[in-house]
Nanobody, 124 residues
Framework: VQLQASGGGLVQAGGSLRLSCVVSGGTGRIGTMGWFRQAPGKEREPVAA????????HYDDSVKGRFTMSRDNAKNTVYLQLNNLKPEDTAVYYC??????????????????WGQGTQVTVSS
């Protein structure tokens, strides 16, 4: 399974971005997709997750009401819409996949496959 994330950039506080993650090489093995972020000097933290088939997204409390995760199974792509961005959202954002179908937000250790990351920088 290969994951390719894109869509990051530089944006002012209050702005928006949409991240994309294209999945290839075995989508039939995926149970759950997740988005994570890692700021400099900090550990990688979960942002959102959704089962690959059915189910609804779940979010970390820090992004609830501002970020929206969605999927398009026909395009083998998951998205993360980032609205009302804050400087503390600055991080490298990663998409991840796991073969197990999970409900809720799980730590990075639960995921088997990772994309390369895309930088999101929010200026104040």
């Amino acid at each position: 399974v290969q994951l390719q994330a894109s869509g990051g950039g530089l944006v002012q506080a209050g702005g928006s971005l949409r991240l994309s993650c294209v999945v290839s090489g075995g989508t039939g093995r995926i149970g759950t997709m997740g988005w994570f972020r890692q700021a400099p000097g900090k550990e990688r933290e979960p942002v959102a997750a959704v089962p690959w088939i059915g189910g609804i997204p779940h979010y970390d409390d820090s992004v609830k009401g501002r970020f929206t995760m969605s999927r398009d199974n026909a395009k083998n792509t998951v998205y993360l819409q980032l609205n009302n961005l804050k400087p503390e959202d600055t991080a490298v954002y990663y998409c991840a996949a796991d073969r197990r179908r999970r409900v809720g937000v799980w730590p990075s250790s639960a995921y088997e496959y990772w994309g390369q990351g895309t930088q999101v920088t929010v200026s104040s």
